[in-house]
């Protein structure tokens, strides 16, 4: 089975984040009477779209003056027209949301014989999905979008104790300039990046966005990558990546978050600590030698009846995002898998048996193939299997499964897809 052809972007879009603590007291509330009725205008021109949507009617992306509804504000026109920007694709962004759950309760409604675990998952989405369309998005933190109608970046101010100014003018106010210092991060992405006009200004920190152009990726090399709690990432090529910049194991750290009082300051700095190593860990990843990982596609980790400690604090989705936001700068295809019996099924002979793992150790029942459970779980990840369906699956839960089908235990196997001495601890 081939896998599909990526559609890559030509560009992507990278932002950094500067603090606004630099500035003094005056500067500060004038920003936060202009973010206080940029947000009232805002929550206007949502309820004035989401009605527009409502009614059947598509919302628009862009606006004109005459097509915008009146608003009794000190805000110009620039700034108001930068605001139903905002509204609007906030309102779009919930239309695609609503469509992407529905997809998915489509595709559990066409299974004849759905599992209790998928229909619970096919309410929880439908109730979803009416709250959704009942209510309009809220913003949840202040913030202002603007562009250089309303901003200018200045990289080169004229003093000595900031390198970075954003001059506010034309907003319906006198204009005023918020300091800032440009970070590590910032310096980064301005070395090879575009920067962009357009920035997020919050009552903390303003957001700066800059423009990649994708470099060609000529490689032909595909591996899997299985993400776990003891190891934090586990690829076909036998690399466990599994410590930090200090040599300490991830496991270690997840361990003593769960000792540490939840809101506590010792609790967040381990978060930070897990987090640090997460990148640490992705960032070990032999990415130029790659142009396609497979990982697992992992849904509903937490609303299982029983989690323990560790899988509450297990920062996955953290993990995921790292996985694709380096993967998009280096031009490399994600492909997420179907979860399914990775961890059970054997790599070589391709024997499904829930007790062919235990704990971190996996020795298959049929072949007497031995290894890393990770280790095996991602060469699973790798290869092409055939695509099982849940109703396929045998009773007993006990078979072969290879690129070309499954068949019963007893059956004739396929030849081993890996060799049996190749052993990885």
């Not at 009146?70 to 026109?77: G, H, I, M, R, S």
């Not at 990649?212 to 036998?238: A, F, H, Q, R």
């Not at 496991?251 to 000792?259: D, S």
């Not at 400690?309 to 790292?322: E, F, G, Q, S, T």
């Amino acid at each position: 089975m081939k896998s599909k052809k990526q559609k890559l972007n030509k560009t992507y879009i990278r932002s950094t984040k500067c603090s606004l603590k630099f500035n003094n007291k005056l500067k500060m509330i004038q920003l936060g009477i202009l973010l206080k009725e940029y947000h009232r205008c805002l929550d206007v021109y949502i309820q004035f779209l989401w009605e527009i949507h409502s009614h059947g009617n598509k919302v628009k992306n862009r606006f004109l003056k005459e097509e915008q509804p009146v608003l009794e504000t000190f805000l110009t026109a620039r700034i108001l027209n930068s605001c139903i920007n905002h509204a609007s694709s906030m309102i779009r962004a919930r239309i695609e949301q609503i469509k992407f759950y529905q997809n998915i309760v489509d595709g559990i409604e066409k299974n004849s014989n759905p599992t209790k675990k998928q229909s619970d998952y096919r309410s929880m989405l439908i109730d979803r999905i009416m709250k959704m369309k009942n209510t309009p998005p809220v913003l949840a933190q202040s913030e202002m979008r603007i562009d250089s109608k309303n901003a200018k970046i200045v990289l080169d101010p004229k003093t000595k104790s900031y390198d970075l100014v954003l001059e506010l003018h034309c907003i319906g106010m006198p204009k005023f300039n918020l300091v800032l210092k440009r970070q590590k991060h910032f310096n980064k992405l301005f070395e090879n990046g575009k920067l962009l006009n357009g920035v997020t200004v919050t009552s903390d920190y303003v957001q700066f966005n800059f423009e990649y152009e994708n470099k060609p990726n000529l490689n032909n090399k595909s591996i899997g990558v299985d993400i776990g709690i003891n190891s934090c990432l586990t690829t076909s090529d036998k690399e466990q990546i599994t410590t930090n910049d200090k040599g300490k194991p991830y496991h270690e750290i997840m361990n003593e978050i769960v000792r540490k009082r939840k809101g506590s300051k010792s609790f967040n700095r381990k978060l930070k600590e897990r987090d640090n190593c997460t990148r640490y860990c992705v960032k070990k990843i032999k990415w130029n030698e790659l142009s396609e990982i497979n990982i697992e596609d992992i849904k509903n980790l937490r609303k299982c009846k029983k989690t323990n400690k560790i899988r509450r604090h297990w920062n996955y989705r953290y993990i995921l995002d790292a996985l694709e936001s380096l993967s998009e700068e280096h031009n490399v295809y994600v492909r997420r898998k179907n979860p399914m019996y990775t961890s059970q099924r054997c790599s070589s002979c391709g024997y499904v048996d829930g007790d062919n793992r235990n704990n971190e150790s996996f020795k298959c029942l049929a072949c007497g193939f031995a290894t890393n459970a990770d280790y095996n779980a991602s060469i699973n990840l790798s290869q092409e299997l055939y695509p099982l369906k849940r109703s396929e699956i045998p009773t007993g839960r006990k078979f072969f499964w290879d690129c070309s089908g499954y068949r019963l235990s007893g059956e004739k196997s396929e030849a081993p897809l890996l060799n049996k001495k190749d052993i990885f601890i």
